[in-house]
């Protein structure tokens, strides 16, 4: 059986267009969603999806942009139509993965998505090794400065006329604007607590 898919941003009023062209393709069952393509939830792709669920079913598309919102999503819907048995075909670029081309088409748009994937992990890691080079890490600032830490140091170690400290963490941290933790961090980073 053939399903349609179709969508339509709602700037563009006008799918009949789409409408048409499916049925012109011989589709049993057309869906449309007015939605646009960014967005998660397209409710009328997953009852197509779930229409186009039995082997040499074919859901059948006008244009690729019209079904993913990205590439990674075209190959997971990809993937998933292929596990399913049911052929993907699209109108406008000529593309029926019931043919060898248009899986090889697939695998190709595959590869080039790992490839991607694979040079953002590379910039990822060469941007923190130029920041650690730099002097820089990740994650959040201290709370307390050199100074601070210094200050909170002298106050947890300064003892009062009975022998006990004078000051308690939660004190110090008050004083600080800070958590017990954070106190209890840079006390132990600056020396013994």
């Known amino acids: 059986m053939r399903i349609g898919y179709g969508r339509v941003s709602t700037h563009d009023q006008h799918p009949e267009a789409q409408h048409d062209a499916l049925t012109a393709a011989g589709c049993e069952e057309i869906f449309l969603d007015r939605a646009s393509g960014k967005l998660t939830r397209r409710p009328e792709l997953d009852k ?47 593309i029926d993965t019931s043919t ?28 923190l090794a130029a920041a650690r080079a730099r002097g820089r890490t990740g994650g959040q600032k201290p709370k307390l400065g050199p100074r601070q830490v210094r200050l909170a140091r002298q106050m947890y170690d300064e003892v009062g006329d009975d022998g006990k400290r004078k000051h308690t963490v939660q004190q110090i941290a008050d004083e600080f604007r800070v958590t017990r933790p954070t106190i209890y961090r840079h006390l132990a980073k600056a020396g013994t607590s």
């Open 48 to 94: 197509a999806l779930l229409s186009a669920n039995r082997t040499g079913d074919q859901l059948v598309i006008t244009k690729l942009d019209r079904l993913g919102r990205s590439l990674e999503h075209l190959i997971e819907l990809s993937k998933l139509l292929q596990t399913r048995g049911v052929d993907l075909v699209v109108l406008d670029q000529g």
């Open 100 to 127: 060898a081309v248009g899986r090889m088409f697939f695998q190709i748009l595959g590869s080039i998505a790992e490839f991607e994937h694979a040079l953002m992990s590379e910039r990822t890691i060469d941007g």
